[in-house]
C-alpha cells in the first residue's frame, strides 16, 4: 500500500540509503516522500549524485529542524499535514555538539515533531511515527513515563538531548496512542558490499586514533566490544517497518549479539592492520581512558572523551528486532568481510575529506576486494584504469571521464586509495591476484590501461588471464629495475617528511613532468594528503623496493599478441626506458614526462579509446 511519507534526515548518512529503499523501482511501494531539506538547490545536487534525480516520488520542502514548525511555509505545512507516517532521522553525527545546538537540533526539532505528529492524527489519524534514536538509550515501551531525562554525571549534550528528545517522544505519543517505533542502531557504517563509509565519526574516530599512533592500548580490552551496522541494512529495516499494515509501539535495537562481535582487542587490531601500523599491545579500563583523554594532555589528542560512551559491555534486547528479520527475510548482521574495505574507505576520507572525491557522473563501488569509481554511461567494451605509484583512481578520473562510449572503472590498488592492502608476502603477485579477482568477477572482456607500476600489473594479467583482457594500453609502464634497491622503512620514512617543495623538485628530476607549470597542483595535494596515511606510505615503500628487484619484471613479451597490445611512451621520462624485449610492439612516442596520464588526459583518453576501438565489440569471455 502506497503511504505519505514525511522525512527529516533524508539527506544523513543513513537518509540517503533509506530514500533510495522507499523510491527506486523494486521498493515495496511507491511511496511520496516529502522530505525536509535546508537547500533545495544542494538537495537536487545530492539527488544527482545518489542517481535519484528522476524519482517522481521525492519531493523537497525547504525547512529547518531548530526552527518553530520546523522553518516550513504554509506550503510545506500543509504537506507535512498529510503524511501517513512521520519518519524523524534528523540531527548531525558530532558528538562534540555544544549544549545549545544539541538542545536545538535534538530536543526542540524533538517538540516540533511531537506537535506535527499530534495535529496530523487530530485531523486524519497518524498511521505510524518513526524515531531513529541510538543503541545507548535507556528507554522502552514500560519507562516512559518519567517527567525527563536525569542523566548520568559528565553526559555529553549529544547524547543527553538525544536521550532526552527520545524520552519526550515516547512520552507524548503514548499518550496520544500514536503507534510508535523507535529504532537504535549501532555505530553506522558504511554499505555492506562497497563499505562507502561517507560518515567519518564513530568509527573513523578510532581508524583515526589508531592510524596516528595514539591506541597502543585497545580501550576497554576484550571484554568490550563496539557494536556496528551498516547503513544500508538500518534502511532496509526502516522500509520495513513502513510496511507494517498496524504497527504497535516497539523499541528495536539494530546490532548483533556481542558473542558474535569483534571486541574492542580484535577491532582495534584488525584496523591496525588494515593502516598498516603495530597492533595495540594491551587494553586500558575505559574509565582511566576517558579520564586521561580530559586531560590537558588528552584533549591535544584530539580524541573526544565522548567517543569512548559508544563502547559497550554487555548485551542487548534483540527479540523485536529478529523478529522483523525473520517476518521480512532480512539480513541485518555485520559483513566482516567488508570491514577491512570498510576501515581503508575511512582512513581514505580522513586524509582527503570531500578534496578526494570525484564529481556527479562517478559512483563508489567495488570489484573483488578492489574499491573503483565507476561510470557506466556507453554500450563499448568496459575499460579499466589501473594506477602508478604515488596516485590512485583519483588522479586518473579526467582522463576516464573523457573514455566516451565506454563503462570506466577506475582502480583502487590494494593498500592504495580506498582499497585496503592484499597482505600477501609477494608483494607484486598480490596485485596481480586483486587485479585478476577484480575482472573475473566483472565478468566480461576489457580493454586494461595500466600506468607505470600499474601498467607492469596490467601486462602480467593479461598473460595470466588473456580470455578477460582484450586489449592492453600499457602507459609508460615499468619494465625493468629503475633504481637500486632501496629498503621499504627508508622510503617510508623519506615518504613521511615529504614536503610540497621536495615533491615537486623530485617529480622534475625524474622527468615525471615537463617543467613546474605542467604540473596540476590538485595532482601535488592529492599526493601530500596521501601520504599523511601510514598505510599508503607503507605500501608506496613496499612497491617501491619491489620495483628496485629485477626479478619482479618477468614478462613474455615475445609471446604477446602485437595487435592486442599498445605502449604508449613520454619521451621525457628519465627514469625509464623502453627494454628491447618490448620494442616490437606497437609504440606510441609523446613528448611528455611519466606521469602524462595525469598532466595529458585528453591525448592519454584519445589513445586508449583508439585502442579500445580497434579491440573491437563485447563478446563474452573465453573460458580460461
Known sequence: MMAHIFITGGTGFIGRHVLRALSLPGSWAPHQLTVLVRSLTRFHSFLHKEGLEHSPSIRPVKGDLSLPSLGLDDTGLELAGQADILLHMG???????????????????????????????????????????????????????????????????????KLAADLYIRRELYREGIPLSVVNPGVVIGDSATGVTEQTGGLGILVDSVRRGLMPLSPGGAGHWLPLVHADHSAAFIAALVREEKPGNGTYFLLDEKSGSPDMRDLAGSIAKEVRVREPFGAM???????????????????????MNFIADGDFPLASKQAVERKYKLVTGLN???????????????????????????????LGKLA??????GSGIPVVLLHGTFSGAFPLLPAA????????????????????????????????????????????????????????????????????????????????????????????????????????????????????????????????????????????????????????????????DTGKVRLVWGELDRQYRLPQ????????????????????????????????????????????
Open 91 to 161: 540531527g548531525p553525527m558530532d558528538i562534540g555538539l555544544g549544549p545549545e545546538e544539541a538542545e536545538s537540533v535534538f530536543f526542540r526539532s524533538s517538540e516540533e515533531m511531537v506537535s506535527l505528529a499530534k495535529r496530523v492524527h487530530q485531523n486524519r489519524g497518524l498511521k505510524h511515527f518513526i524515531h531513529l534514536v541510538g543503541f545507548k538509550s535507556p528507554y522502552h515501551e514500560k519507562n516512559a513515563d518519567l517527567p525527563e531525562h536525569i542523566g548520568h554525571p559528565g553526559e555529553p549534550p549529544y547524547e543527553n538531548r
Open 401 to 560: 571521464s573523457r573514455l566516451t562510449g565506454h563503462p570506466a572503472y577506475a582502480v583502487d590498488l590494494p593498500g592504495f586509495g580506498r582499497s585496503p592492502y592484499h597482505h600477501g608476502c609477494d608483494v607484486i603477485a598480490g596485485y596481480v591476484e586483486a587485479v585478476t579477482g577484480a575482472l573475473m568477477e566483472l565478468g566480461q572482456p576489457v580493454v586494461l590501461a595500466g600506468h607505470s607500476f600499474g601498467g607492469l600489473i596490467a601486462a602480467k594479467v593479461m598473460e595470466q588471464l588473456p580470455g578477460y583482457v582484450r586489449g592492453a594500453v600499457l602507459l609508460q609502464p615499468a619494465l625493468h629495475a629503475a633504481h637500486a634497491g632501496v629498503p621499504a622503512w627508508i622510503a617510508g620514512t623519506y615518504m613521511k617528511r615529504m614536503t610540497e617543495r621536495k615533491l615537486v623538485r623530485k617529480l622534475l628530476e625524474s622527468g615525471s613532468f615537463a617543467d613546474e607549470g605542467e604540473i596540476p597542483q590538485e595532482y601535488v595535494r592529492y599526493v601530500l594528503r596521501d601520504l599523511a596515511s601510514p598505510r599508503v606510505r607503507k605500501t608506496n615503500a613496499d612497491v617501491f623496493a619491489a620495483l628496485g628487484n629485477a626479478g619482479v619484471f618477468g614478462l613474455s613479451p615475445g609471446k604477446w
Open 285 to 307: 579500563p575505559l574509565p582511566l581512558l576517558t579520564k586521561a583523554l580530559r586531560t590537558k594532555w588528552g584533549r591535544k589528542t584530539g580524541i573526544p572523551a565522548e567517543s
Open 372 to 377: 573503483v569509481w565507476s561510470r557506466q554511461e
Open 336 to 366: 566482516r568481510d567488508i570491514l577491512p574495505g570498510t576501515i581503508a574507505d575511512l582512513d581514505y576520507r580522513l586524509s582527503h575529506g570531500e578534496a578526494g572525491l570525484p564529481d556527479a557522473g562517478f559512483k563508489p563501488g567495488r
Open 581 to 624: 624485449a618490448f620494442r616490437h610492439l606497437p609504440v606510441t612516442q609523446i613528448l611528455a614526462g611519466h606521469q602524462f596520464p595525469i598532466s595529458h588526459p585528453d591525448r592519454t583518453a584519445e589513445l586508449i579509446l583508439e585502442h579500445a576501438g580497434h579491440c573491437g565489440s563485447e563478446r563474452t569471455v573465453r573460458e580460461q
